[in-house]
């Protein structure tokens, strides 16, 4: 089993947006649910595609990731 990274965005218009870099896939949905459902659904069709075509699937190698944060930086903005 393949692992990848996803990157999930929260767009301004609503839903969220997935992008999967490594193989250049893409999709979005309404809910982060849905999202990473559809990504989900967008990698398995993109690598059954290139195994019939009979093209190399890239495999990414991922470390385990012991926990992902999130920081915010101030900024000071000049007048």
Not at 12 to 27: D, R, W
Not at 42 to 54: M, P, S
Request: hydrophobic share 45%.
């Amino acid at each position: 089993m393949a692992r990848y990274t996803v990157l999930l965005y929260e767009e301004p218009e609503g839903g969220y947006s997935v992008l999967i870099p490594v193989l250049g896939v893409a999709t979005q949905g309404e809910t982060i649910e849905e999202a990473l459902k559809m990504a989900r659904e967008a990698t398995n069709l993109h690598v059954r595609g290139l195994i019939d075509d009979g093209e190399p699937v890239l495999e990414e190698e991922i470390p385990p990731i012991v926990a992902s944060i999130e920081i915010e930086v101030p900024v000071p903005v000049s007048a």
